[in-house]
């Protein structure tokens, strides 16, 4: 491990390299730690990059009995933590408006304390509480995602 | 005596409104624009949102349409859950409030039991061929994909599901690399009918057990779309309908095969497919082809009852009514709601 990494509950942001879907494991266990008491974690990136997999892998490790699969449909999914916390998975794939996001009644969710684990956030880019942490996939190629990891969206 | 409910469904996009008197459907409306014409109102921009301003013109209609008066209602019905909070909190504080003015019961209805059930919707002067029990049924929509078997009218057991993209959110996440809007499952049926569903082969899932898989199949789709468009820029616009064909193709395979392999194990011939993308015509052409090859008894319902609707909650609720089922003014609605 690097300095950077040892001190990630610290640092501002850091990066990741992951070339194996089993890699994600890891990786949830650093994420989680970073978000400390911030519970809303925003997952960008690509199709196809694995928002929905590493989210799957995050409610791995708290324990989350319910299937968790994809809710773009849904919009959002409620699920239970093993010690019956909940925790919402939310996708605004679909949304095409602020409005839309205001008639969801976001703010129920976004400052319910509970995890919040958001795909396709941009939408409510600006309507996340501060601290709130950032999760940038890119592909580099078919099995190479680098992973930034940050506490605000778009800086250095 | 008649059985008569009012029933709402309000669980995610839609709100409608239904009267279904003895499990026969009166009225069906899901609030468009017309039923906020004959209301005299508009629909508001935010349509998929918007329950609170439908629901009181889409009850209104459904009532009208079937001729019935308010009075004569034996229960409310609504959906429950699973679905959007608010959205399911506007359909049943609606029913709570109505039933308690009327002095009738509540009915609480899980959207996924109703849409196996509408299969037993039955329209005035018209025989609808219903399935007999044990019935195993594919639910496939935008947001669903479970194979349930039904030993009853309210005994369902959910035996397979999908682990992570439905196999409607297969075809518009599809669609939309093709540079189709979502939901753009419904194009992609249609181009297909142009193209050649053989022409490209994706990787397909290998997951066991009756559960599905559409996320690698999604990928698998994307890379070759994003490798072929490197060597040629107008590669989509070319190979759009082969493309379409193709993925339609390989989906409808990946339900067919699951469907095959839970008819097989549970030794079920009494089969149907349920939901929004029971509408596709590859995949009931391979659900007829697999009935002749197997001897199944199949079932679609009629395309107003595939997608989300109250005619299903209501003739769900019926037969909770006829069971004694009845659900308190306590009662919330549910956003996980497992059937």
Request: net charge negative; glycine share 8%; proline share 5%.
């Amino acid at each position: 491990m690097t300095p950077a990494m040892k001190n990630s509950a610290e640092a501002k942001h850091w990066t990741a390299c992951i070339s194996s879907p089993e890699e994600w494991k890891e990786f949830s266990r650093r994420l989680l730690h970073f978000a400390g008491n911030h519970r809303v974690i925003a997952f960008s990136g690509p199709m196809g990059s694995g928002k929905t997999t590493l989210i799957k892998e995050i409610c791995r490790q708290l324990e989350v009995a319910d299937v968790v699969a994809s809710p773009t449909f849904a919009i959002i999914y409620e699920y239970r933590s093993r010690n019956s916390e909940t925790v919402y998975h939310m996708d605004f794939f679909r949304i095409k408006s602020l409005e839309e996001v205001y008639a969801l009644g976001y703010e129920d969710y976004l400052y319910s304390g509970s995890w919040c684990f958001i795909e396709w956030p941009e939408p409510v880019k600006h309507l996340l509480p501060p601290e709130s942490v950032w999760v940038e996939i890119s592909v580099d190629d078919t099995d190479l995602r680098r992973v930034r990891v940050s506490r605000e969206k778009d800086t250095g | 005596m008649h059985v008569t409910i009012l029933a709402i469904e309000s669980s995610c996009d839609d709100t409608s409104a239904a009267l279904v008197r003895n499990g026969i459907v009166l009225s069906n409306l899901i609030a468009n624009q017309k039923v906020h014409r004959n209301y005299g109102g508009v629909v508001p921009e935010l349509a998929s949102r918007a329950h609170q301003q439908h629901v009181v013109p889409v009850v209104d209609q459904a009532l009208k349409e079937a001729g019935v008066e308010k009075n004569r209602l034996s229960a409310v019905a609504f959906t429950q859950g699973p679905g959007l909070l608010g959205s399911l909190l506007v359909g049943v504080s609606f029913a709570k409030g109505l039933a308690l003015s009327l002095g009738i019961p509540l009915i609480g209805v899980n959207h996924l039991h109703a849409h196996i059930m509408a299969h037993w919707a039955g329209e005035p002067g018209k025989k609808v061929k219903t399935p007999g029990f044990p019935f195993l049924c594919l639910l496939v929509s935008g947001g669903h994909t479970q194979l349930v078997v039904a030993r009853g009218f309210l005994e369902m057991e959910v035996i397979g599901q999908t682990i992570d993209d439905a196999a409607g959110e297969a075809f518009d996440k599809c669609a939309k690399v093709l540079g189709i809007p979502y939901p753009g499952g419904p194009v992609i049926d249609r181009l297909s009918r142009e193209g050649d569903p053989h022409a490209f082969a994706f990787a397909r899932p290998r997951i066991g057990g009756l559960d599905f898989s559409f996320s690698g199949l999604k990928t698998s789709f994307l890379y070759l779309v994003h490798d072929e468009v490197e060597k040629n820029p107008r590669f989509i616009e070319e190979r759009k309908a082969d493309l379409s064909a193709s993925i339609q193709h390989t989906i409808v395979e990946v339900l067919m095969d699951k469907l095959e392999k839970a008819s097989e194990q549970t030794g079920i011939r009494e089969i149907g497919i349920a939901g929004g993308v029971s509408a596709n015509q590859a995949l009931r052409d391979a659900l007829e082809e697999r009935a002749k090859r197997y001897g199944w008894n199949i079932y679609i319902p009629e395309f107003i009852y595939t997608t989300d609707n109250a005619g299903m909650i209501g003739v769900t609720a019926y037969y909770k009514y006829l069971a004694g089922e009845r659900t308190g003014q306590e009662t919330v609605p549910l956003a996980r709601f497992p059937m």
